[in-house]
């Protein structure tokens, strides 16, 4: 399991907003899923209200979030990528 940063913008109202998450996952399209599914519970948007513009893995070390750093430990990973 890595951690991954995924950039992208939510659809607020008439303009489009600027959100950045780090989520742990297997691969980059499971953490692209995990982001659609984190915006559509917390801010009930649409996948077509949302836009991701990037997607890319980073270390552990660099990793903010304390709910994907404990995530990535909890299954062995102790590195990240």
């Keep these: 399991m890595k951690i991954y940063k995924v950039i992208g913008s939510m659809k607020n109202g008439k303009k489009w907003e600027s959100i950045n998450k780090e989520i742990a996952a297997k691969n980059k399209e499971m953490a692209v899923d995990e982001f659609y599914a984190l915006l559509g519970s917390i801010y009930k948007k649409n996948r077509r209200e949302i836009k991701i ?8 070390k660099d990793a903010t979030d304390p709910r994907a750093i404990y995530k990535t430990r909890k299954h062995g990973e102790e590195h990240g990528e």
């Excluded at 513009?53 to 552990?60: G, K, T, V, W």
């Design 53 to 60: 513009e990037d997607a890319y893995s980073i270390p552990l």
